[in-house]
């Protein structure tokens, strides 16, 4: 795999990464009481640990994206 190769790689894991933890947060802002039954039926929890769980998620998976595919993406840039 040579570095073009790579960056694009990266390139198109940010974009697909980036598209998926929009539809969470829109799916978040929109359906969230709707999201809130499914959940409830599979776990007994409060909305308020509901709340806390998905957007302590939503923010750890943005870190992992900035840190496993941008940082990487921007020194294959600066690399070749």
């Known amino acids: 795999m040579n570095l073009e190769t790579a960056r694009e790689f990266l390139g198109w894991c940010i974009t697909i990464n980036i ?3 929009t539809l969470w947060f829109l799916m978040m802002g ?24 998905h957007y ?9 994206i900035f840190f ?11 690399v070749g």
Not at 30 to 53: P, Q
Not at 56 to 64: D, M, P
């Open 30 to 53: 929109c359906c969230r009481n709707w999201i809130f039954s499914i959940h409830s039926r599979w776990f007994k929890m409060h909305r308020e640990t509901f709340n806390v769980i």
């Open 68 to 78: 496993f595919n941008l940082v990487p993406y921007i020194a294959l840039h600066i």
């Open 19 to 21: 598209a998926f933890a």
């Open 56 to 64: 302590a998620g939503i923010g750890a998976y943005k870190i992992a």
